[in-house]
């Protein structure tokens, strides 16, 4: 291992609130969709439809709300994760379990919904969902300036910002520029049967519109307040979390691989030597600038290399990606290389601790794994590293082991025992090592 030097820890904006005031806020914003995800959690069969219109309407009436309200606050619950859903079925969330204790787990259930606030408030049914798009890729732009100006920003201010940003997007996509100085395509002549309908790129009155719809909605998940239509601030929620999404990228673009704009084998490998904390947030800023499902097919590719490391690393990123993961992990668990791998993190993802989560797998699947970390360590650690590895097997003694290891079939199981064996200080025991590498490198009994 190599050390490094560390960057100081970042301080938040002067005047924002400290971590429990912040949960505070975020437990208000939030306080429907914990009761309903509690009273969920108590009164309904769990083998039902996530929520339908029976539940919701006993909910309604249990909790003093009207059945629009619980369906609002059902769909708050899944976005901040104090529901999860596993096929049918909805479950409580981890979250919900540390609600009353954990601020971190808060803060960050109210990030997720803060991520999710397109979805919270439903875009104008008459918009082209392109139009919707462009405007939710440009939104953080317009949330970096009303971070940096802490304080009101008129409305016209916003939105000369975001029609600058859409035109950029789509001028990096090489796309024909709109608006009043833009000319028109020629049009080959067609008789009135065969006309061919124009795709409009969106006016200035729609961006408008979506403007006025992102404001909506961001202030509806607490993260910004409107002045009747005039003006836009942030709230110490909406201000606290821009500063740490924009820390996050900061951190990625200081790192030494650059990881924000590097592949998902160099993000990882930059991220090899780095402490637990850090790596994770170096895989949430590499993973906000890249679409979910893209990111999550290019950590699982990483995962079917041959770098052991990179493959565990690689499940240690889909953690951080959660929920939108779930479909192509369960996928990649029918994979045997995988397997592993995938089922602790879906018993992690069910709300298994980390250390019971060992339960899921077979004495096999266990014993596949040991290997495969015993090729990362041989790999990349030191020796000691591998001894003390080998003291974390499920098999009660060495020779169990080594039986248990040759019938494994695992592609490096040679190299493995090879380098154990280099590195035992017992004579006798590194012997019997070599002879079963040996024997699993010639193919005998």
Not at 251 to 269: T, Y
Not at 358 to 367: C, K, N, Y
Request: aromatic letters at 4%; charged letters at 20%.
């Amino acid at each position: 291992m190599t050390t490094r030097r560390t960057r100081p820890a970042p301080r938040p904006p002067e005047g924002t609130p400290p971590p429990a005031e912040l949960a505070r806020q975020a437990r208000e914003v939030l306080a429907d969709a914990v009761r309903i995800a509690r009273w969920a959690a108590v009164e309904r069969d769990q083998s039902s439809a996530p929520l339908a219109t029976p539940a919701r309407e006993r909910a309604a009436a249990a909790l003093g709300l009207t059945p629009l309200q619980v369906r609002a606050g059902w769909d708050r619950a899944r976005l901040a994760g104090l529901v999860e859903l596993h096929g049918g079925t909805a479950r409580p969330g981890w979250r919900l379990r540390a609600w009353d204790r954990d601020d971190m787990a808060v803060l960050r259930g109210w990030v997720a919904l803060f991520d999710a606030w397109s979805l919270v408030h439903p875009a104008p049914g008459d918009v082209a969902p392109a139009a919707v798009a462009e405007v939710v890729e440009a939104v953080p732009q317009v949330l970096s300036l009303l971070q940096l100006s802490a304080g009101p920003v008129l409305v016209p201010v916003l939105l000369d910002l975001l029609e600058q940003r859409v035109a950029e997007l789509r001028e990096e996509r090489c796309e024909v520029p709109y608006g009043p100085q833009a000319e028109p395509l020629p049009v080959p002549e067609a008789g009135p049967a065969e006309a061919v309908p124009a795709a409009q790129p969106p006016g200035p009155e729609t961006v408008a519109t979506l403007l006025d719809w992102a404001l909506e909605g961001l202030s509806a998940v607490g993260a910004l307040t409107l002045d009747k239509g005039r003006s836009a601030t942030l709230t110490p929620l909406g201000n606290w979390a821009v500063w740490v999404k924009l820390e996050q990228i900061c951190v990625a673009a200081q790192s030494p691989a650059g990881n924000i704009e590097q592949s998902a084998d160099d993000m990882l490998r930059g991220c090899a030597r780095l402490t637990p904390g850090p790596a994770r947030a170096e895989y949430r800023a590499w993973l906000a600038a890249r679409t979910v499902s893209s990111a999550v097919t290019e950590l699982l590719g990483v995962a079917r290399g041959e770098d052991a490391l990179l493959r565990g690393l690689a499940f240690e990123a889909l953690r951080v990606v959660g929920g939108p993961a779930e479909a192509e992990v369960r996928a990649a668990a029918e994979e045997p290389s995988l397997r592993p791998y995938a089922l602790l993190w879906l018993a992690e993802y069910e709300g298994a601790d980390a250390e019971d989560a060992q339960d899921v797998l077979t004495r096999e699947e266990a014993t596949w794994l040991w290997v495969d970390t015993a090729a990362a360590v041989a790999d990349h650690g030191e020796p000691q590293l591998l001894l003390r590895h080998l003291d974390s097997a499920v098999q009660g003694t060495v020779p169990a082991l080594l039986e248990e290891v040759r019938a494994g079939g695992h592609p490096r199981t040679v190299q493995v025992l090879v380098a154990l064996a280099a590195a035992h200080p017992d004579p006798a025991l590194a012997k019997a090592v070599r002879r079963a590498a040996f024997q699993v490198h010639t193919g005998g009994a």
